[in-house]
């Protein structure tokens, strides 16, 4: 089967021109003004962009997580990735201490496999790093295509690793030619004020804020991004939220170290106000919580600079009454909020649109650097020949809502219900396939494919 894509507006992180794409199978043939190709389709992308499918890096899919599991499976989680734009995500095996990373993969793939319908990863999380831990992450590289292990700072008793293990991880992980992400918050420091804030009958939704403050993400970060330069291993830092953290990766690059930077859509657009809201502010209980308004500044002045190389999620959605469980205890609210289909055009909009960033910086950060960081390019994250021909076609003028309502995640509620955007997903091919078309989704469950992945290159 082949398709042409006629007089779209092309958008990669560096070009932009209006031309045709022209794809056959599953892969990009060639790009250009007026392509002499017939095809068995043809689609008119006039006044359309045309981007690269969204790559989203950071997700919870069907996560057993504090005592319930994330309410989107691969199946509707990726659904409504691509309903959002989104074609391939990057979700996380949680190690269950004591326990293999082996046992951990094969529970996930029980769970992915044949169900995805958008195509995705696994970063392989490592919660118990010991002398048998070790020999498996050389067999996650070589056979598996997992290049990127996640750690927690925090989390402590249940995901957690300490300075030792993250020391030890991180030399065998350069030996093995991946990458280590983290979760950088201070877990003591945290762990101790909820402690705190329970025995002093704090227990409200705003104490989850309170309990996280920006100097536990600020100091874990630093100490991250030393054990990182120490071990020489390339490090990324997951959902950073604040001036704090991000200061101390800038401090990083004075003695020439890179460290690779990942914000979140919330972290961008909303803040701490909202646990001000009695329980409602459940729905936005996340770690790290949302910040302050001066942090928003921080992160979008950090994306101008270079310094945040990528917009994921940490899509990791509950429903309400899974968030009542912490209805008398603020400890007990299930962690995460659902993101994974508003992500493209949120930051379309509140990015793009409001002038806040270019189209080809959008592209960056939300497609092109998750491929590159984590080992997919070219294959995804741009729309070049011998590409996937993962794209997007959207409409830059159309305007709507947010809702519940209308969303295809597996959610009862919309962390942005209401807002306005400008700017919409039409259209969206998956491997040569229209897999999205004005509203409506034409694959199937199981037609998203696990994507194995190359070493990592810290020069991106
Ligand atoms: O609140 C969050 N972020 N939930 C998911 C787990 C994590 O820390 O990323
Ligand atoms: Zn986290
Ligand atoms: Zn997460």
Not at 141 to 149: A, H, L, P, R
Not at 404 to 409: G, K
Request: hydrophobic share 35%; with cysteine; charged share 25%.
């Amino acid at each position: 089967m082949s398709l042409l894509i006629k007089n779209g507006r092309i958008v990669t992180a560096t070009d932009d021109y209006t031309g045709d794409v022209f794809i056959e199978g599953e892969k990009v043939v060639a790009l250009g003004k007026d392509l002499p190709y017939t095809a068995d389709t043809m689609i008119d992308a006039s006044g359309l962009l045309v981007l690269p499918g969204g790559i989203d890096p950071h997700v919870h899919l069907d996560m057993p997580f504090m005592g319930t599991f994330s309410s989107d499976t691969h199946e509707t989680g990726t659904r409504a990735a691509l309903f959002g734009g989104t074609t391939t995500v990057i979700d996380f095996v949680l190690q269950r201490q004591g326990h293999s990373l082996r046992e951990a993969l094969t529970e996930w793939q029980g769970r992915a496999t044949g169900t995805a319908v958008g195509d995705y990863s696994f970063h392989m999380a490592v919660t118990d790093y010991n002398d048998s831990t070790k020999k498996e992450i050389k067999e996650m590289v070589e056979e598996e295509g997992i290049t990127s292990f996640k750690t927690f700072m925090a989390y402590k008793g249940a995901l957690m690793i300490d300075d030792r293990q993250m020391t030890a991880l991180m030399q065998e992980v350069r030996q093995q030619g991946g990458l280590v992400t983290v979760h950088a918050t201070n877990g003591d420091m945290i762990d101790y004020l909820i402690a705190k804030h329970r025995a002093e009958g704090k227990l409200a939704p705003l104490y989850h804020y309170l309990s996280q403050p920006e100097v536990t993400e600020a100091e874990a970060s630093g100490r991250f991004t030393d054990i990182s330069n120490y071990t020489g291993c390339p490090g990324y830092i997951v959902h950073l939220t604040c001036e704090g953290a991000l200061n101390a990766v800038r401090n990083a690059t004075r003695r020439n170290q890179k460290v690779f930077v990942e914000t979140c859509i919330q972290y961008l657009l909303l803040d701490a106000s909202l646990y001000e809201k009695d329980f409602e502010g459940a729905k936005w209980v996340m770690s790290p919580p949302l910040r302050q308004p001066k942090d928003q500044t921080t992160l979008w002045a950090g994306i101008n600079q270079g310094l945040v190389n990528v917009v994921a999620t940490d899509h990791c959605p509950f429903r309400w009454e899974q968030k009542l469980m912490g209805k008398d205890d603020f400890s007990k609210i299930p962690n995460g909020h659902p993101a994974i289909e508003n992500r493209m055009e949120l930051l379309y909009s509140e990015g793009v649109h409001k002038g806040r960033i270019t189209l080809n910086k959008y592209v960056e950060v939300a497609c092109t650097n998750p491929a590159k960081i984590f080992g997919m390019f070219p294959r995804k994250g741009t729309i070049a020949p011998g590409s996937d021909a993962d794209i997007v076609l959207f409409d830059p003028l159309k305007e709507h809502v947010v809702s519940a309502a209308t969303h295809h995640m597996n959610v009862d509620y919309s962390a942005y219900e209401g807002w306005k955007l400008t700017g919409k997903v039409r259209t969206v091919l998956l491997r040569g396939k229209v897999a999205i078309d004005d509203g409506n989704c034409l694959v199937e469950k199981g037609y998203g494919q696990f994507i194995r992945r190359n070493k990592v290159n810290s020069n991106i």
